[in-house]
């Protein structure tokens, strides 16, 4: 195993979510999820920081998953990116309801951030549109019914910016009937 420890654990990630073994590039993802990874989820609002911590916990399955001992504390200790975050939080609503599994959730995100169409065929012509759509999100510039993030609603009370991603989450599940 010579192959760098950010590779090897981009590459399970990866396996997560997405089917690793595809050769077709517009059946393939891998440049879009290593632009969510190589970018940080940074948390804004109070309780978004056990998103963060969720995403990073995944470090700790890969070594144990892949029965790798752990390099320094500082690799471990980098800040979330946004594709451990959404992998991480998919993983936990996958057991919060019945109707979509943790690879659906993810794809749904994706979906909801207008980011699903952007397979390695076509990346190049699209790759601008990336960092756009990762600083609505991740800066909270989406509209105040989610759209523009993870959960865009139909309709609510609340201002989506200013709610954590989970409750977010919970409004959405009503709002779009799932259970």
Same mark, same amino acid.
């Given at each position: 195993?010579?192959?760098?420890?950010?590779?090897?654990?981009?590459?399970?990630?990866?396996?997560?979510?997405?089917?690793?073994?595809?050769?077709?590039?517009?059946?393939?993802?891998?440049?879009?999820?290593?632009?969510?990874?190589?970018?940080?989820?940074?948390?804004?609002?109070?309780?978004?920081?056990?998103?963060?911590?969720?995403?990073?916990?995944?470090?700790?399955?890969?070594?144990r998953?892949s029965?790798?001992?752990?390099p320094?504390?500082?690799?471990?200790?980098?800040?979330?990116?946004?594709?451990?975050?959404?992998?991480?939080?998919?993983?936990?609503?996958?057991?919060? %309801?019945? +109707?979509?599994?943790?690879? @659906?959730?993810?794809?749904? $995100?994706?979906?909801?951030?207008?980011?699903? *169409? =952007? &397979?390695?065929?076509?990346?190049?012509?699209?790759?601008?549109?990336?960092?756009?759509?990762?600083?609505?999100?991740?800066?909270?510039?989406?509209?105040?019914?989610?759209?523009?993030?993870?959960f865009?609603?139909?309709?609510? %009370?609340? +201002?989506?910016?200013?709610? @954590?991603?989970w409750?977010? $989450?919970?409004?959405?599940?009503?709002?779009? *009937? =799932? &259970?």
């Open positions: 195993m010579n192959e760098p420890i950010d590779e090897l654990y981009f590459n399970w990630l990866y396996a997560k979510v997405a089917r690793h073994n595809v050769t077709t590039p517009s059946n393939r993802y891998q440049s879009l999820l290593y632009a969510l990874h190589s970018t940080e989820f940074v948390w804004l609002v109070t309780g978004d920081d056990n998103r963060a911590q969720e995403g990073k916990n995944l470090r700790r399955d890969f070594f998953e029965r790798i001992t752990e320094d504390d500082s690799w471990i200790f980098l800040d979330c990116s946004i594709l451990e975050m959404m992998i991480a939080l998919a993983q936990r609503l996958e057991f919060q %309801t019945e +109707d979509l599994n943790a690879t @659906e959730w993810f794809w749904t $995100f994706l979906d909801n951030l207008g980011l699903s *169409d =952007i &397979s390695d065929a076509v990346y190049h012509e699209n790759a601008y549109r990336i960092p756009q759509i990762l600083d609505l999100f991740v800066w909270r510039l989406y509209d105040d019914l989610g759209r523009g993030g993870l865009p609603l139909n309709e609510t %009370t609340h +201002d989506q910016r200013k709610l @954590e991603l409750y977010q $989450f919970c409004e959405y599940v009503i709002d779009h *009937d =799932i &259970s």
